[in-house]
């Protein structure tokens, strides 16, 4: 039989600690060799055991688990499991850049949870399949474009169907100068002419048409 992988518990809540205890006591390939009320005695307890995971809750007294995953995970081999309730995007961010290998949510499933250490163990990212989805979902998002005061109202001189020695008269700018704006708004709209320009500056809200006339 395979020697179980080794596996501290961090949580501030006593009863949160005996109920995972409870869902992974029959577990054979799981032993639990410690455990924490906070991000401190984590740390030692990894210290002292060198375990193979280090399942931490997020928002914990005296360390939470973002400080204590950076330390564990500078000072030795353990792997970081985080398995909080909170599930906002700056969490998961701080939790991901500290170096934890996974974050679940306490609606886990026994079975989920096991495999997610099991995965951790081995140096696999392990999400909730609801992190999941909102990491995905910010990847495809597009990327806020910022025009300026004066690229917006180059733009919209374009969009009048103005030349650019019409623009510059109308800005009181160079004609250079225009040139100069456009090729900047090109790169930021990833366009190669002024008619896309205009078309995706409006698709993105950043240029409404005019009402007048």
């Known amino acids: 039989m395979a020697v179980p992988l080794r596996l501290i518990l961090a949580d501030d809540h006593m009863v949160m600690r005996a109920g995972i205890a409870a869902l992974l006591a029959a577990e054979p390939t799981i032993e639990i060799v410690g455990e924490a009320a906070d991000g401190s005695e984590a740390i030692e307890l990894v210290e002292r055991l060198a375990p193979d995971v280090a399942l931490l809750d997020l928002r914990m007294p005296v360390l939470d688990g973002v400080a204590a995953t950076?330390?564990?995970?500078?000072?030795?081999?353990?792997?970081?499991?985080?398995?909080?309730?909170?599930?906002?995007?700056?969490?998961?961010?701080?939790?991901?850049?500290?170096?934890?290998?996974?974050?679940?949510?306490?609606?886990?499933?026994?079975?989920?949870?096991?495999?997610?250490?099991?995965?951790?163990?081995?140096?696999?990212?392990?999400?909730?399949?609801?992190?999941?989805?909102?990491?995905?979902?910010?990847?495809?998002?597009?990327?806020?474009?910022?025009?300026?005061?004066?690229?917006?109202?180059?733009?919209?001189?374009?969009?009048?169907?103005?030349?650019?020695?019409?623009?510059?008269?109308?800005?009181?700018?160079?004609?250079?100068?225009?040139?100069?704006?456009l090729l900047r708004i090109f790169a930021k709209l990833d366009v190669s002419d002024r008619t896309h320009a205009v078309v995706v500056a409006m698709n993105r809200g950043l240029l409404f048409r005019s009402t007048d006339g």
Do not use: C, F, M, W
């Not at 991901?96 to 609606?107: N, P, Q, R, S």
């Not at 806020?144 to 180059?154: G, K, W, Y």
């Not at 969009?159 to 040139?179: F, H, M, Q, W, Y």
């Open 70 to 181: 950076r330390e564990i995970v500078g000072r030795s081999a353990t792997r970081v499991l985080i398995l909080t309730t909170y599930d906002t995007d700056s969490d998961i961010e701080r939790a991901v850049e500290a170096g934890a290998i996974g974050y679940l949510l306490k609606d886990t499933t026994r079975e989920q949870l096991v495999e997610a250490i099991q995965a951790a163990a081995l140096g696999r990212t392990v999400l909730a399949p609801r992190i999941a989805e909102r990491l995905v979902a910010r990847i495809r998002r597009p990327e806020p474009i910022a025009l300026t005061a004066r690229e917006i109202d180059v733009l919209h001189a374009v969009a009048d169907g103005l030349s650019n020695p019409d623009i510059g008269k109308r800005l009181t700018i160079a004609e250079a100068t225009v040139k100069t704006h």
